[in-house]
């Protein structure tokens, strides 16, 4: 509230003057009969949890493999997944302007490594299904994305489209090379990607072009 001293009365107004004798009004007019509400931030919390059932898995995990095989291998891979998506809410919770961002980062990484395991592991279950299945979600996800949220800038999902194309490729050379044999879900990936980037090219191409102009000052 703000009060005029000549006056002698509150008033609760923006204008810096009073609107019977004009004289400068002291205070703000911000006036509350109970203390406003504070929210707690519980990120932390659930941090800490997540990261506590997170060492329980890992140390559970390492404990059961090697009672049974007496060897500790495929519990290392668990860990990594369980820090990696520790890492995935960790920065979801502490970015929530950026979650569409992180998730689209997060999913590339995740094609990545798939592939960099493949080639460790030798394992044709990460090639075959692994790595087209996780491509066929993030496709899906950009597609919902696009149609719900309404994305502003065309060319960073463009972008986003051309590299899980070029991963995709990768696939298909697999493929020609004989090193995979379950083709569907390759199939699949492939067809939704492309039809993804034709129905942005022919509806979105001039917004596409001018955002690339201004992002190369042309």
């Known amino acids: 509230m ?29 006036y509350y009969v109970f203390p406003p509400k504070v929210k707690k931030d519980r990120t932390n919390l ?22 049974i095989s007496k060897v500790v291998m495929y519990s290392i891979y668990l860990i990594i997944l369980l820090l990696l998506n520790y ?6 919770l502490k970015n929530r302007r950026n979650v569409i961002a992180i998730i689209n980062r997060y999913g590339l ?20 299904i692994l790595i087209p299945a996780l ?3 993030l496709l899906l996800f950009q597609m919902i994305v696009f149609i719900i949220e309404k994305v502003r800038s ?8 051309v590299i899980l194309f070029i991963l995709l490729m990768i696939q298909i050379l ?3 090379s004989k090193l995979i044999t379950f083709k569907i879900l390759i199939v ?22 001018n955002e690339f102009k201004g992002r190369l000052n042309v």
């Open 188 to 209: 699949i990936s492939l067809s939704i990607n492309v039809i993804l980037l034709l129905g942005i090219l022919l509806i979105n191409s001039k917004d596409i072009a």
């Open 2 to 30: 703000k009060k005029c001293q000549k006056c002698n009365i509150l008033l609760n107004v923006n204008s810096k003057r009073c609107p019977i004798c004009n004289s400068f009004l002291e205070g703000n007019n911000r």
């Open 135 to 137: 491509v066929i979600v």
């Open 46 to 67: 659930i941090l800490t949890i997540i990261f506590i059932v997170t060492i329980l898995i890992s140390s559970l995990s390492i404990l059961i493999e090697f009672l």
């Open 109 to 128: 990484f995740l094609i990545v490594l798939l592939y960099f395991l493949s080639l460790i592991l030798d394992s044709k279950i990460i090639i075959n």
């Open 154 to 161: 065309r060319v960073n999902y463009f972008r986003l489209l």
């Open 174 to 176: 697999f493929i020609f």
């Open 87 to 92: 890492l995935f809410i960790y920065f979801i």
